[in-house]
């Protein structure tokens, strides 16, 4: 089991940009990278995804707002976000996938509001 801690959240204004970032204890070798989110009265929704190869992909509400990146040395993902609006206050999760298996962080929460 991996333990996956986030961090980065935080209340940013409507069409700013947040950095998150998500550190792995355990091994991710063989495990695809992601986040979720999820607003309140709504369910998880995936966000992004990225595997050891650097394959990466994408919600579609995404729409090239966001990016992904993985640093396998320091065994944490990044999610870039930028154009935020409204629509993307959540608690952002991290998971780290091994075909259907997940392991889940606490959730980082992302406000956007002005």
């Known amino acids: 089991q991996v333990q996956l801690v986030e961090s980065g959240g935080g209340l940013v204004e409507p069409g700013g940009s947040l950095r998150l970032s998500c550190v792995a204890s355990g091994s991710i070798s063989d495990k695809a990278m992601g986040w979720y989110r999820q607003a309140p009265g709504n369910q998880r929704e995936f966000v992004a995804e990225i595997n050891s190869g650097g394959i990466t992909r994408y919600g579609d509400f995404v729409k090239g707002r966001f990016i992904i990146s993985l640093d396998n040395a320091k065994k944490t993902v990044h999610l870039q976000m930028s154009g935020l609006n409204s629509g993307d206050t959540a608690v952002y999760f991290c998971?780290?996938?091994?075909?259907?298996?997940?392991?889940w962080g606490q959730g980082t929460q992302v406000t956007v509001s002005s």
């Open positions: 998971n780290a996938r091994f075909v259907f298996l997940y392991d």
